[in-house]
């Protein structure tokens, strides 16, 4: 199962103000990990997130993606070495069809996007056509992208995260807005994602029950700090997790 | 293909336009196709990038003058001049668009402007070499073209042929990575778009296509002046793509035919030309905030729907007699 190290954090510092949202946060993840980062509200995972994808520049700190120190690069860069993330709040094309957002981001690992004169509709049809399907968007291909449920955005987000080939991805609450059903269906393709694929996934998510179901590992962090680390059941039964994170859910 | 029927007729209708309407008209048909392709290239920038250039007239000048100096100094027959005037216009858009796509809304369009404002003054100044608030006379087209109806001829295979290009520019990954840059630059970056170098390359192409429409405009004047480049023509695309619609591709060019017939139409009655433009643009702003091709699209909107909830009606009908 586990391979050499993807990603790995060394001593990550962020805060903004005086506050200090990533504080010398240590994390690595293997190939093939599925994992997941846990917290309260404002515990700093969209930051850690940000940090990680080039969003905001690190304080001081290391990134490492595949022994590559790729601290402070700029977003596209950092794309381009096979990293995705969805977003927690979707974020994705509102005037374009679900097919366009899908295809955009198929045609830009493709290395087409300098292409002037070619009709875009005739490229990365097959491509297309096939992650609408495994991410259950096929039958609103044609909908404007702004127009579709809570819960299909949060799909085309993982889709447009998926279009650009990764081998890490990061999920910023995949399932935020779904309902029971939908975040089940949308979990198991994660899974699927991971498993069958051999994505690296890190996910953060609110709902306990998809968390134990689902990371091999977790992190929980507070206040921008790690604070405990380890299997489902061990961070279940660290103390200082359970009353800071877990207590709160009880 | 049957949905562009209409397009086989606009072209029949240019075509044989000189041979119905008197040479006035024709002078204003050439002016509506330069500024058309002076509009449509503005709206590469606006509606496709999702930014303002309040400084686009800068190109169209330059274009304009990089012909006439050429032409006039230099006997440099036309269509060299006019691949030149695209490549010089392209270059100042490299400069200038260096610095304009670090920002993004009102600071783009502020700075757009600026350096609009500095080429104006730097043709305005230069005596020695543009002829400064002078302009540049005698920039006479080739004996073929000399007539308005030949001229008209040229100048309308030259914007077909560069509309077709900017069509297919903007239905290339090209057209849509500048669309998605417009819709969220930020998720563009994320999925591995190096948004800038992105906005630099689309400026510079709207600022050749800007350049070539300037090209056209010194032999059709027979003279130029360096208010081409100053912040009223700049102005002029703005306003045309608002009324014709940033949405739609031809919309710009649509907005070309109704503001240019319009002043042609209007200053031949009153001198209140601005004040009638200003009026229109302000009923446009409120009422009809597409332009003219959301209307069109929004009443076969309608029409569809009216037709589809009739079809529904029969059904009924036939089905509970």
């Avoid at chain 1, 953060?204 to 299997?231: C, K, N, P, W």
């Avoid at chain 2, 739609?248 to 031949?268: C, D, E, H, R």
Wanted: charged fraction near 15%.
């Amino acid at each position: 199962m586990s391979g050499e190290a993807i990603l790995k954090v060394v001593r990550l510092n962020k805060s903004f103000g005086g506050l200090k949202a990533t504080n010398d946060v240590d994390y690595e993840m293997t190939t093939r990990e599925l994992s997941a980062i846990i917290g309260p509200n404002g515990a700093g995972k969209s930051t850690f997130f940000n940090l990680l994808t080039g969003y905001h520049k690190v304080d001081s700190g290391e990134v490492y993606y595949k022994g590559k120190d790729i601290t402070n690069w700029p977003p596209h860069k950092i794309a381009r070495l096979g990293i995705a993330r969805a977003f927690q709040i979707s974020n994705i094309y509102p005037a374009l069809t679900t097919y366009e957002n899908t295809r955009q981001a198929i045609l830009t690992e493709q290395n087409r996007t300098l292409n002037f004169f070619t009709p875009a509709e005739r490229l990365a049809k097959k491509e297309t056509l096939e992650l609408l399907e495994i991410t259950g968007l096929s039958h609103h291909a044609n909908m404007m992208a702004g127009n579709l449920s809570q819960g299909d955005k949060k799909r085309l987000e993982l889709a447009i995260a998926l279009g650009s080939k990764p081998q890490l991805v990061f999920l910023d609450e995949p399932t935020a807005g779904m309902s029971g059903e939908e975040t089940r269906e949308t979990m198991e393709l994660v899974a699927r994602l991971n498993k069958e694929m051999g994505l690296t996934i890190l996910f953060t998510e609110h709902d306990m029950s998809v968390v134990f179901g689902y990371a091999r590992r977790l992190t929980v962090l507070h206040q921008g700090t790690v604070i405990a680390e380890g299997t489902p059941e061990e961070v279940r039964a660290n103390e200082r997790a359970q009353k800071i994170y877990l207590g709160e859910e009880a | 293909m049957k949905r562009y029927w209409w397009l086989g007729l606009i072209f029949i209708g240019a075509l044989i336009l000189p041979l119905v309407v008197g040479e006035f008209w024709v002078h204003v048909a050439i002016e509506i196709l330069i500024l058309g392709l002076f509009a449509v290239s503005f709206n590469m920038i606006f509606g496709y990038m999702g930014q303002i250039s309040f400084g686009h007239a800068a190109y169209y000048g330059v274009g304009a003058y990089a012909t006439g100096m050429l032409m006039v100094k230099a006997s440099v027959p036309l269509p060299i001049c006019l691949v030149a005037s695209m490549i010089t216009a392209g270059i100042c858009a490299l400069i200038f668009g260096y610095f304009c796509v670090r920002l993004t809304g009102i600071y783009f369009a502020i700075l757009t402007l600026a350096f609009g404002q500095l080429m104006y003054y730097i043709i305005f100044q230069w005596y020695s070499f543009t002829g400064g608030d002078d302009g540049l006379q005698g920039i006479v087209p080739p004996d073929f073209l000399f007539g308005a109806t030949a001229y008209y001829y040229f100048t309308f295979c030259i914007v077909a042929a560069a509309l077709i290009a900017m069509w297919y520019i903007s239905r290339s990954p090209f057209g849509y990575t500048m669309r998605a840059i417009r819709d969220n630059a930020d998720r563009t970056r994320f999925v591995g778009i190096n948004v800038r170098k992105y906005m630099l390359i689309n400026f510079v192409v709207a600022a050749m296509f800007a350049g070539l429409a300037g090209g056209l405009l010194g032999p059709f004047n027979r003279s130029i002046a360096p208010d081409l480049c100053n912040w009223h023509q700049s102005g002029v695309p703005v306003f045309m793509a608002v009324i014709g619609g940033p949405l739609g591709f031809l919309g710009p060019m649509i907005g070309s035919v109704i503001y240019t017939f319009l002043m042609a139409f209007v200053t031949g009655i009153t001198e209140y030309w601005p004040l009638v433009i200003g009026l229109i643009i302000i009923f446009v702003v409120l009422f009809m905030p597409g332009g003219v091709i959301g209307l069109a699209e929004e009443r076969v909107k309608i029409f569809r729907s009216k037709r589809m909830a009739g079809g529904a009606e029969e059904s009924t009908h036939t089905e509970s007699p």
